[in-house]
């Protein structure tokens, strides 16, 4: 696996969201902080789409997952 194929900003658009920097941290910030129990892919806030594209390049350590990895950490950090 690659980390550097993808950026947030394809992420974000892969992914059907806005994905200008602004809203990206502002999605980021307005779900935050995840619950450590829960995967990513198992958040309410996605479509099922959404929800199996992000389960299945997780689980197949696909070209994507260095970058979910990355905005997976973004959204498990607390506010302090």
């Given at each position: 696996m690659e980390s550097n194929l993808h950026s947030m900003t394809h992420l974000f658009a892969q992914l059907g969201l806005p994905s200008e920097p602004g809203e990206i941290q502002g999605f980021i910030e307005g779900h935050r902080?995840?619950?450590?129990?829960?995967?990513l892919f198992e958040a309410p806030f996605w479509t099922q789409s959404?929800?199996?594209?992000?389960?299945e390049q997780i689980q197949n350590d696909a070209d994507w997952a260095g970058i979910i990895d990355k905005f997976d950490s973004g959204l498990?950090?607390?506010i302090s």
């Open positions: 902080p995840l619950p450590p129990h829960l995967a959404q929800a199996e594209f992000l389960r498990r950090r607390t």
